[in-house]
């Protein structure tokens, strides 16, 4: 006779995790809402590189561009210390955006950053944050949970 061996199995209901590691296409867009909570907009190009198939053909690159979004004292981190042109690690969740312009119906997908670490600075960069790097840490896990967003 066979015993049934029952297991408890936890099963996570979702998940929504989003790492990149990419390049920052342009400087941060840093706004104020009404409560003083800042919001940061910038934008994110992670690129496969090309290749060469056996039979001769050539794939080039594939970039992506991903729109970041950050919150709070993580956006205002970001004002003071991110910048076109830098590598950064970004861990975060995917947010769809949905809303109504001109009659036509408008989508639009975000990483809503949660973590980001500068990887690289092109060296116009480098000695300006050396000293903003030792305060602030280069690395962030704050509170970046985000505002209800009102149309």
């Given at each position: ?23 920052v296409g342009s400087d941060p ?49 970001a004002e003071r210390n991110i ?69």
């Amino acid at each position: 006779m066979h015993k049934i061996l029952h297991l408890n199995i936890n099963i996570m209901s979702s998940v929504n995790k989003v790492i990149l590691i990419g390049n920052v296409g342009s400087d941060p867009d840093v706004r104020y809402l009404d409560r003083g909570v800042a919001i940061a907009n910038f934008n994110l190009a992670t690129t496969e590189r090309g290749y060469t198939m056996q039979n001769g053909t050539q794939v080039p690159d594939k970039t992506d561009w991903h729109a970041i979004v950050l919150w709070r004292n993580l956006a205002e981190w970001a004002e003071r210390n991110i910048r076109k042109g830098m590598k950064l690690y970004v861990e975060g969740k995917l947010q769809t955006r949905t809303w109504e312009k001109d009659g036509q119906r408008r989508n639009k997908t975000e990483v809503i950053a949660e973590n980001i670490q500068i990887l690289y600075r092109p060296q116009e960069y480098q000695q300006r944050n050396d000293v903003n790097e030792e305060e602030d840490g280069g690395f962030e896990n704050m509170d970046n949970r985000e505002e209800p967003v009102i149309f």
